[in-house]
């Protein structure tokens, strides 16, 4: 489905990390993606950050599309396709949801969505203050929220991984929802699997028709875009690209 959606409120959620929620919402499922069409710019992935009354995405500015996409003032349109993808698996009964940065956006609907604080636990990390977003809708919606920082200068001291360890061998969670840097997805893997915990990781990969069709979001022949972006454990584990290469914009491999 193509929409046009009009930007009704634009809130800075954290240093270069802007949310729009736009004036409608989408039939989507947490943790589904959309492909975004900036007029004049491009069209890039994004993860929906909102999927329960309006629509909304958290936009960190890394390069040209993602800073245009951040300067966009309320009123401004912008064109949304999907939602693609497939959603978190939230029936498992104890759940460690643990975001990295920007990461946090698929990992807030996905607590929101499981709608009993009791049941989700929240684990939220990134290198500073500046970048740490959505704690407070998290303790609105979780009863254990715990923050790290890479720097110290909030929380506790280190990475969310450390953290999410530190939760995993306190106390008895039936899975682990993960989503952020891919060496964070990498770290909190190996992590889940010390602690005997099934996880399910979201994945990044360059996205261009988000449909299936072009292959350039393929990892190991899955394709992020329709088998993904959320990947088991499991299926993870039997990959040889994660963790170690990717896809850049003219299909070719690349170093991660
Ligand atoms: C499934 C999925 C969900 C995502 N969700 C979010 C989100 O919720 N919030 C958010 O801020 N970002 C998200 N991203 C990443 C976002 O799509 C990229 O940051 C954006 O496309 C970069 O475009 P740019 O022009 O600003 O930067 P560029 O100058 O194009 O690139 C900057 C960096 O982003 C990487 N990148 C470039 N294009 C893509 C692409 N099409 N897909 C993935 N990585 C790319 C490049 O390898 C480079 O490291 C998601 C990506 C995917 C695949
Ligand atoms: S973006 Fe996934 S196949 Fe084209």
Redesign the pocket.
Known sequence: MFIEARITERIRSGRGITTLLFDRPMEAKAGQ?VMVWIPGV?E????L?HISGVAS????E??????ALSALNVGDLVGLRGPYGNSWDLTPRRILAVGGG?GM??IMTAVEAVNDRSRVDVAIGARDAGEIIFEERARKASDDVRVSTDDGSYGIKGTVVSLADAMMREKRYDMVLGCGPEIMNKYLLKACNENKVPCQLSL????KCGTGLCGS?VIDGLR?CVEG?IFTGEQISRMTEFGKCKRDDAGLKVKI
């Open positions: 993606i491009d890039i992935p994004m993860a950050s995405i958290t936009v960190k890394v390069g040209q599309a993602t800073k920007v956006s698929p990044e990969r360059i996205m979001c992020v972006p």
